[in-house]
């Protein structure tokens, strides 16, 4: 079964930063476009930023746009979202997610999940 393993995450105060990474040894990581999304309690999922398989072209949810950052390292096998100026809004559980499209229809693979919490 393939793995995306996340790591980052944790608890901020507001206006600071934080860097998910998301790593596989499994997959052809350079065959997939890679995503961020999250969920907050009681919310339903949202997606956060996207980048495809060579990183030249990226896409933002309006909320996080000019924060947030995604970049990968195809040589690493790995992607990261960069979160500056967090808000106490971006608190949620953190996925990363693969797919073979572009824009991804099917996201194929996920990652565990990471808390991100952001205190006022």
């Known amino acids: 079964q393939v793995q995306l393993v996340q790591s980052g995450g944790g608890l901020v105060q507001a206006g600071g930063s934080l860097r998910l990474s998301c790593v596989t040894s499994?997959?052809?990581?350079?065959?997939?476009?890679m995503g961020w999304f999250r969920q907050a309690p009681g919310k339903e999922r949202e997606t956060v930023a996207a980048i495809k398989w060579s990183g030249v072209a990226t896409d933002y949810a309006e909320p996080v746009k000019g924060r947030f950052t995604v970049s990968r390292d195809n040589a690493k096998n790995s992607v990261y979202l960069q979160m500056d100026s967090l808000k106490p809004e971006d608190t949620a559980v953190y996925y990363c997610?693969?797919?073979?499209?572009?824009?991804?229809?099917?996201?194929?693979?996920w990652g565990q999940g990471t808390q991100v919490t952001v205190s006022s």
């Open positions: 997610a693969g797919g073979t499209t572009w824009p991804v229809v099917n996201w194929d693979v």
């Open positions: 499994q997959l052809a990581f350079s065959s997939y476009a």
